[in-house]
């Protein structure tokens, strides 16, 4: 079992940067591969981007390219988000998700664990 915990959220204006943080606990947590979804409201889930377990290997949503960032520390068991250049169209709740499986993580239906959420508004 995979507990995962996201923090970080809040508000910040267009242009600005933030950084989450997703902190896991559990059996052989650094072995998954970890990501990001958003979902805004009214909208489904999406994708963000991946990290695998190594921290060697990202790929991200076109949507965010260049702007975000993922990367780990596995000697935390934590993961981190670091979001620059935001947009109001970036806001929306995110969620830090779990998969032994790098290449499917993309696949939301496929995520073995999920964090909470934490609140990311971006203002005009």
């Known amino acids: 079992q995979v507990q995962l915990v996201e923090s970080g959220g809040g508000l910040v204006q267009a242009g600005g940067s933030l950084r989450l943080s997703c902190a896991a606990s559990?059996?052989?947590?650094?072995?998954?591969?970890m990501g990001w979804f958003r979902q805004a409201p009214g909208k489904e889930r999406q994708f963000v981007g991946a990290i695998n377990w190594t921290g060697g290997s990202t790929y991200y949503a076109d949507s965010v390219k260049g702007r975000f960032t993922i990367s780990r520390d596995n000697a935390k068991n934590t993961v981190f988000l670091q979001m620059n250049s935001l947009k109001p169209e970036d806001t929306a709740v995110y969620y830090c998700?779990?998969?032994?499986?790098?290449?499917?993580?993309?696949?939301?239906?496929?995520?073995?664990?999920w964090g909470q959420g934490t609140q990311v508004t971006v203002s005009s």
């Open positions: 998700a779990a998969n032994s499986n790098y290449n499917r993580l993309v696949y939301r239906h496929e995520n073995n664990y």
């Open positions: 559990g059996r052989t947590v650094s072995s998954y591969a």
